[in-house]
């Protein structure tokens, strides 16, 4: 592009006024966001930016590469994921194409693959992704309306309000954490939820460490039971726009007639509500053709199912097989954990 370059820094002001005037802008892209990653372990943030000639921005993309392992084991699960960019001043084709391209040169040795995981629809521009061999992939989300407190009402499912009603009645609190112990008992939750039922591997504990001691980013809402955490939501929120579930968990079926992971979800609603926020986003429901439970469950809060899908690009197939495989085995180890247990127990009867 004539007249324009990329960079890998920009001023605080600017990058901060570019985002937040911009109609698609969204906290993962910001430079608080960008900090964030950046404290994280195993975390490392990618920005870059299209300036012209007197500084003016036409276009960002924050991307954060993300590894299960440090050191050389770590490129073997690296890849790189862009929650809501880039974002291309006044929908530009051209700004679009150029910051691809130069992203794709950045990423493409660092990372097995990329995933843009949109918030809008980029319908319009697909073909500019393909163009860089990103393949379109659909994958469903719900957004919450917050604005009427009525309408919201109306639109949750009568069980689910039950369910929030008799949590509390219980004696189930929703507070906001005074201190980073209660964040820790959170991340213990969510670390059973992902070793049990997600079976993926989940984020380093400083993730939501950082996330805490910056108040600029957002906020916990934890449910609490006779002094303890059994449950909660780690929220971003943009501007008074957007408060988004990154990370939802609760001790669901322990205790009787109380429903921490409905009522951690329900937290996040109501607070936007009060807080002139307008919508609360679940950041993701699933694949169409494939069955998901938790997208059940999030459609019992009424918001309206969306389809913006992801851009993928592999930019190692290789170990993208590999890491494949991996994730398989990863999901499906307490299985084999199991078969080898019993065939060492059979064994030592049979030789006893």
């Not at 993962?28 to 490392?44: A, G, H, P, R, S």
């Not at 670390?191 to 079976?199: F, G, I």
């Not at 955490?229 to 109380?258: A, Q, S």
Request: charged share 30%; glycine share 6%.
């Amino acid at each position: 592009m004539e007249n324009c370059k990329i960079v890998t820094k920009l001023d605080r002001n600017k990058w901060s006024l570019f985002i937040n005037s911009h109609p698609h802008g969204n906290i993962f892209q910001t430079l608080e966001m960008y900090k964030v990653y950046q404290d994280t372990k195993k975390y490392k943030p990618v920005f870059l930016a299209v300036v012209n000639n007197v500084g003016e921005i036409s276009g960002t993309l924050l991307a954060v590469i993300q590894k299960e392992y440090s050191g050389v084991l770590g490129n073997f699960t690296a890849r790189s994921i862009i929650h809501g960019g880039p974002l291309i001043k006044d929908d530009d084709p051209t700004v679009l194409d150029f910051i691809l391209k130069e992203y794709d040169k950045i990423i493409k040795k660092k990372v097995i693959y990329s995933q843009f995981r949109n918030f809008w629809d980029w319908r319009e521009k697909k073909e500019i992704f393909q163009k860089y061999n990103c393949e379109y992939l659909e994958h469903l989300n719900f957004i919450v309306d917050c604005r009427n407190r009525d309408h919201i009402k109306k639109e949750v499912s009568k069980s689910k309000l039950r369910q929030i009603k008799k949590s509390k009645k219980e004696g189930a609190k929703i507070i906001e954490p005074l201190s980073i112990e209660q964040v820790s008992q959170f991340y213990d939750v969510l670390k059973h939820l992902y070793k049990e039922k997600v079976k993926k591997p989940l984020p380093d504990w400083s993730l939501f460490e950082k996330f805490y001691y910056r108040k600029d980013v957002g906020r916990y809402f934890l449910i609490e039971y006779k002094s303890k955490i059994i449950g909660g939501i780690m929220c971003p929120i943009f501007n008074k726009k957007v408060i988004y579930e990154w990370f939802v968990c609760g001790l669901d079926g322990k205790y009787k007639r109380i429903y921490p992971s409905v009522l951690a979800t329900w937290a996040a609603i109501d607070y936007a509500n009060f807080n002139n926020i307008d919508v609360f986003d679940f950041m993701g429901a699933g694949k169409p053709d494939q069955d998901y439970g938790v997208r059940d469950f999030k459609s019992k809060f009424g918001g309206q199912l969306v389809n913006y899908g992801r851009f993928e690009k592999v930019h190692k197939e290789f170990l993208m097989r590999i890491g494949k495989l991996g994730l398989k085995i990863y999901r499906g180890r307490k299985f084999w954990f199991t078969q080898i247990k019993r065939n060492i127990n059979k064994l030592t009867f049979l030789q006893s």
